[in-house]
């Protein structure tokens, strides 16, 4: 028998069994089902926005904005990179709190300026602590009117991860893609980030352990569902090897010529080890430009992109995740009270959130 005529002899019998059972008149109960399926659906909806009016609250209230000027351009990315460290420290290894802030950059025609917006509530300590050494002042309220007078002119992007997150983020040459910006014209950049413990390792070992055993683990770690898998990979990782234990009778079982090491597996290896660090962040960026030019607007935001796009395959790099072709209230809101999309987060470690911010400020830095 073809599988067609199959399919139609089991569709008889389902139709057959389902036409001798006499199912009860839900009628009157219809009015009840609407109502509990309409309370659910108008209880989704009112715990999104009240999640979101959290956020709008809390950071509406508590956000500090401070800008740094750092002592030398060329030490940009080693200056973030410790400040990095040290919030990540005093944000979640010392209070283990879910605190999250930002990095901003504002390029206009000859100047390129470095924000940080913090919570209120570690700004004290911030500032005994890990401010000591640096020119700052707060500029809360200047921060605030700019974003809020940001006109229809305006075009965004937001980014995410072109791959896996446990794969390193490798940047082309900032001067390689020199960006010029003119009067009336600018770039204003800002990644969102919330410390994260050690777990989102786990993930990263697990991918480690499978590319050794010479499986393919690609689409395992997605940024966006990092916390997760961190936890659900390793069991699923030890249920693999249970399986592969009993089919093969136990012991190791061997992927290629013994006593030969795979060079592509060897490098893929060593990317996986540049990853690994104990300052993890959530991330979420976006890169809004101004332009008068129609159109010009666009190209910034392109020319922007190169900085943290590449061709190598064997790399991670920053692609469009959205384009904004409207500001409006809530993107508003969003670049003010620094929203942490939850579609769209990705884990960067220390060195690559300052090597993007790097690129961003010096090669947008025009003398």
């Known amino acids: 028998m073809d599988i067609q005529g199959y399919i139609k002899e089991l569709s008889e019998l389902f139709g057959y069994i389902f036409s001798q059972v006499e199912f009860p008149d839900i009628t009157p109960y219809i009015p009840y089902i609407t109502s509990i399926v309409g309370a659910a659906v108008v209880l989704i909806i009112a715990m999104r926005i009240y999640n979101r009016k959290r956020a709008v609250r809390e950071y509406l209230i508590d956000g500090v904005c401070i800008k740094i000027t750092f002592t030398s351009d060329e030490k940009v990315g080693e200056q973030i990179r410790t400040l990095l460290k040290h919030i990540h420290e005093q944000m979640y290894l010392n209070s283990k709190s879910k605190l999250h802030f930002t990095l901003e950059i504002l390029k206009k025609e000859h100047t390129a300026y470095f924000f940080i917006v913090i919570p209120e509530?570690?700004?004290?300590?911030f500032r005994e602590t890990i401010l000591k050494g640096y020119s700052f002042e707060i500029v809360t309220s200047e921060r605030e009117k700019f974003i809020d007078q940001m006109g229809e002119e305006v075009r965004g992007i937001?980014?995410?991860?072109k791959k896996d997150f446990v794969f390193p983020v490798k940047l082309p040459s900032w001067k390689d893609n020199p960006i010029n910006l003119s009067a009336h014209e600018w770039l204003f950049f800002q990644i969102v980030c919330r410390p994260r413990s050690t777990k989102w390792l786990r993930a990263l070992d697990t991918y480690r352990n499978a590319v050794k055993k010479g499986r393919k683990p690609s689409g395992l770690t997605s940024g966006c569902c990092g916390g997760c898998f961190s936890v659900t990979i390793p069991f699923l990782s030890f249920l693999g090897d249970m399986i592969t234990s009993s089919v093969h009778g136990g012991g190791t079982v061997s992927h290629g010529t013994e006593g030969q090491e795979d060079p592509q597996k060897k490098e893929i290896l060593s990317l996986l080890d540049s990853k690994s660090s104990?300052?993890?962040?959530?991330t979420s960026v976006r890169i809004f430009s101004r332009s008068v030019v129609k159109d010009r607007s666009y190209a910034l935001l392109e020319n922007t992109l190169s900085l943290v796009s590449n061709?190598?395959?064997?790399?991670?790099?920053?692609?469009v995740n959205k384009v904004v072709k409207k500001i409006n209230?809530?993107?508003r809101s969003d670049l003010i009270l620094a929203y942490l999309a939850k579609n769209c987060i990705d884990i960067l470690q220390e060195k690559e959130i300052s090597d993007i911010v790097h690129a961003m400020y010096r090669s947008t830095?025009?003398?």
């Not at 104990?278 to 959530?282: L, T």
């Open 329 to 331: 209230r809530n993107t």
């Open 311 to 319: 061709g190598d395959d064997e790399y991670n790099s920053l692609i």
């Open 121 to 125: 509530k570690v700004f004290t300590s």
């Open 365 to 367: 830095k025009t003398n």
């Open 278 to 282: 104990k300052y993890g962040f959530e």
């Open 158 to 161: 937001t980014l995410e991860l």
